[in-house]
C-alpha cells in the first residue's frame, strides 16, 4: 500500500492485518504522516529492528505530496472561466 494514513483502535482487527501482513515477506507499507509510520513503527517493530523477531514487513515514511502545499487557498478557490 502507498501511503496511506493509519489509525486503528480495535485490538483484534491489530492483531488480524498484523498476522495478514507478516505472511506476505516482500509487503512494504508506506505512512503519509509521521503519527501513522510511528503506527507501523509499534505494530510491526522498529525498522531497523536485528534481533531476529522482525516480521518481514517492511515500512517507510512517505510523506504524501498534498502535505507539501500548506495553506493554499488558491488551490480551493473554483476556477476561472
Known amino acids: 500500500m502507498f501511503p496511506q494514513s493509519i489509525h486503528m483502535t480495535k485490538k483484534d482487527k491489530i492483531k488480524l492485518t ?4 507478516s ?3 516482500d509487503i512494504q507499507l ?3 504522516d509521521q503519527q501513522s509510520f510511528n503506527w507501523l513503527e ?3 517493530g522498529p525498522s531497523d529492528q536485528n534481533d531476529g523477531k522482525d516480521t518481514g514487513v517492511g515500512r517507510v515514511l512517505s510523506p504524501d505530496i498534498v502535505f507539501m ?4 487557498p488558491e488551490f ?3 476556477p476561472k472561466q
Not at 498484523?18 to 501482513?21: I, M, P, Q
Not at 502545499?69 to 493554499?72: K, S, T, V
Request: aromatic share 16%; glycine share 10%.
Open 30 to 32: 508506506a505512512g503519509r
Open 18 to 21: 498484523k498476522e495478514s501482513f
Open 42 to 44: 509499534d505494530t510491526f
Open 23 to 25: 505472511q506476505h515477506k
Open 69 to 72: 502545499f500548506g495553506n493554499r
Open 76 to 78: 480551493r478557490e473554483e
